[in-house]
């Protein structure tokens, strides 16, 4: 993983020289002013060696405007323009962020991202000159979006290649006055977090069976402060009455694995009450649909099912590191969705741990199953709130696309709060209704309910008002990432394939996180 530092001069040997440039159309600005604005400058660095006289060269004549355009570099956020000194590195990257107004993290991320990618594949140390007082957030929040999206940037999965791709830098310097270092190792852990999860999520179901998959978890855990890992084989899962996730396991000849993960903060030494949460993740490592099995195209990415699993795990792994002030369990349902002579079929009717049952009309319908026991034991939990994060329903996709999550829950506040998370970290949520009306759609001709609603209506809602009956009291939101869980073309800081969606607005939502009273 890429190493992200601090310093306050500009050190030797690096490949690339980023410098941030506003940049904005007329009428743009309240101004009306149009032009590009240079964040750094390498002139106003200290102990230039004579690589920074060599990039220097580039810019001693500071590139006019017109050429710039003509060059076609409009500072728009996530832009860049490399200059090549003819004398050898390093090169100066020119980083877009867009307009001043409107500056956030979210385009440091993609700054950050875009000199990584830009500084070539030869390996070495790239640089990136900042502003003392950045505009677009603080010191602290802007370091770590530039750690994220730089780490994020470099990502790659290459296990299975015989012949690596060319290595990306692997080390970036922050080069500026002020305290950036505690902003860039933040960023860097809760991209580490990411980066596990889209590792998990990247390779094969064949190979991250639940069983692997739990074995993984537990060798990221082992050794961490006040972390603990409980992971239930089949006979405890059956001993805890867990029948939806059995159900659903039937159809495999993998057997099914509940993890579950805590992190205690050290502010709940003695009795003193530190707020609770715990995160549930939809864990299918492999989604055929079962018996109503999914056409071949359908099928494709379905390795990427586990992906809320992956999500809240990897959230568990680094709130020790980042000091989150709160209790966080994550509850892991895991297991293939298979049609095996043994399989569930449509028509079939379990009890799930709260003693519910649940009519199965569609095997293709399995999260909602797993997650009606997980979501069972969290509520009896007694938290002071619970977050799903799922790959729940294809009908999330079809409303709000890749880029944004559905979000749905009885708590507005943890809702709102959930969403500025999310706003922060460039994992934006969406609010969809769970509308009460919608109820009867899962209504079950011989059980408590079925575990489909109405074809082609509302999808997204069903699903969620499904989950709304295992929660109980307790303020409960739902993420369905869908969508967002896949990229289908690398940009910015996602490449193709795993994004580990969520991950970033989790552990801003914990790192901040107040109780909210009651369930709306
Ligand atoms: N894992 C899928 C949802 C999904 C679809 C995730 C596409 C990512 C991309 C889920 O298990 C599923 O199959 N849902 C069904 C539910 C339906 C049968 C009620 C769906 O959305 O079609
Ligand atoms: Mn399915
Ligand atoms: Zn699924």
Known sequence: MLEVVAATTLPDGVVAVGIPVVGSAVGEEDDGTA????????????????????????LTEEPDEAWLRRQGFTAAKGTSLVLRAASGPPSVVLLGVGPRAGLDPERWRLAGAALTR??????GAAA??????????DVPAVAAAIAEGATLGTYRFDAYRSVPRPEHVDRLVVVGRGDWSDGLRRGAV?????????DLVNTPAGDMTPRVLAERVRERLTGLDRTTLEVWDEDRIADERLGGLLAVARGSAEPPRLVRATYTPPESEGDRHVPHVVLVGKGITFDSGGLSLKPAEGM???KTDMSGAAVVLSVVSVCAELRVPV???????????????????????????NGASIEVLNTD?????????????????????????????GAQVIALGKGVAAMLGNAPALLDALQAAGERAGERLWPLPLLDDYREHIDSEIADMKNIGRPREAGTIAGALLLARFVGKVPWAHLDIAGPARADESSGYLSKGATAFGVRALLDFLTRYQPARTAG
């Open 365 to 393: 319908a399995e999260g909602r199953l797993v997650l009606a026991d997980a979501l069972s034991l969290a509520a009896e939990l007694s938290p002071d709130a619970i977050v799903d994060v799922a790959t729940l329903t």
């Open 300 to 302: 494709m990415a379905m």
């Open 327 to 353: 209790k966080v369990s994550a509850i892991a349902p895991l297991s293939e969705n298979m049609p095996g002579g043994r399989a569930q079929k449509p028509g079939d009717v379990f009890r799930a741990r």
């Open 128 to 137: 990136l000159l900042v502003p003392e007082d950045p505009p677009g957030g």
């Open 190 to 198: 809760a991209a580490s977090a990411a980066a596990f999860a889209r």
């Open 118 to 123: 830009a500084a070539g594949d030869g390996g």
């Open 35 to 58: 032009g590009f604005e240079w964040l750094a400058r390498l002139g106003g660095l200290r102990g230039a060696t004579s690589d920074v006289a060599a990039a220097r060269g580039l």
